[in-house]
């Protein structure tokens, strides 16, 4: 079946950068768009950006552009996000999410990474 | 502040039909996007409810049903069950930010 599977939680001092890895199985990793989208705690989702696992192209929301990198590694079918200068307030779970285009549904969701932004 | 906007809570007894809107704008919903709905149950990922406006996924019973018009997006569920308790959330893609949006979400509580 096709999974999503993300790295563990992490912790990081404000200042510092904080990369999170989602390794994919049960398809064609380079066939789909990979997202990002994170939920501050008790907060609604918020979409962070998209990478084209097949050219390596991405698409960041403005909010995030200068201070967040999508990558991929096509042979490990693993897509990444490393967010830069953290602050306190990017607390928050961080989720991959797959789409057939880049304006289609999620499906599926990783479960979630919580990064934890604390000195 | 989310260019889709849900209202934040919605509440019903067991058994009973609540509805959950979803409104936007002629940038995203009104310039012909679709919309998809998400339920997120406490401490999970978001799951993929209804896409493509009115499309259930396997799996999503049919209590579940989307629509569109306009600017507008409803959810409807009937026979509300307990399990039903979650947060609720549409998403659209939004063509003046070049990427897609979520609504605030909405909390449904069964009474």
């Known amino acids: 079946q096709v999974q999503l599977v993300q790295s563990g939680a992490e912790v990081k001092k404000p200042g510092a950068s904080v990369k999170v890895s989602c390794k994919a199985s049960g398809y064609t990793f380079i066939d789909y768009y990979m997202h990002w989208v994170r939920q501050a705690p008790g907060q609604g989702l918020e979409w962070m950006g998209w990478?084209?696992?097949?050219?390596?192209?991405?698409n960041y929301a403005q909010k995030f552009q200068g201070r967040v990198t999508m990558t991929r590694d096509t042979s490990m079918s693993t897509a990444y996000m490393e967010l830069s200068r953290l602050r306190s307030d990017d607390t928050a779970v961080y989720y991959c999410?797959?789409?057939?285009?880049?304006?289609?549904?999620?499906?599926?969701w990783g479960q979630g990474t919580l990064v934890t932004v604390s000195s | 502040q989310s260019v889709l906007t849900q209202p934040p809570s919605v509440s019903g007894a067991p058994g009973q039909r609540v509805t959950i809107s979803c409104t936007g704008s002629?940038?995203?919903?009104?310039?012909?996007?679709?919309v998809h709905w998400y339920q997120q149950l406490p401490g999970t990922a978001p799951k993929l409810l209804i896409y493509?406006?009115?499309n259930r996924p396997s799996g999503v019973p049919d209590r579940f049903s989307g629509s569109k018009s306009g600017t507008s997006a409803s959810l409807a569920i009937t026979g509300l069950q307990a399990e039903d308790e979650a947060d609720y959330y549409c998403?659209?893609?939004?063509?003046?930010?070049?990427?897609?949006?979520f609504g605030g979400g909405t909390k449904l509580t069964v009474l």
């Open positions: 998403q659209s893609y939004d063509s003046s930010l070049s990427g897609s949006e």
């Open positions: 493509g406006n009115s």
């Open positions: 002629s940038s995203n919903i009104g310039a012909g996007y679709d």
């Open positions: 990478i084209n696992p097949n050219s390596g192209g991405t």
């Open positions: 999410a797959r789409t057939l285009w880049t304006n289609n549904w999620f499906d599926p």
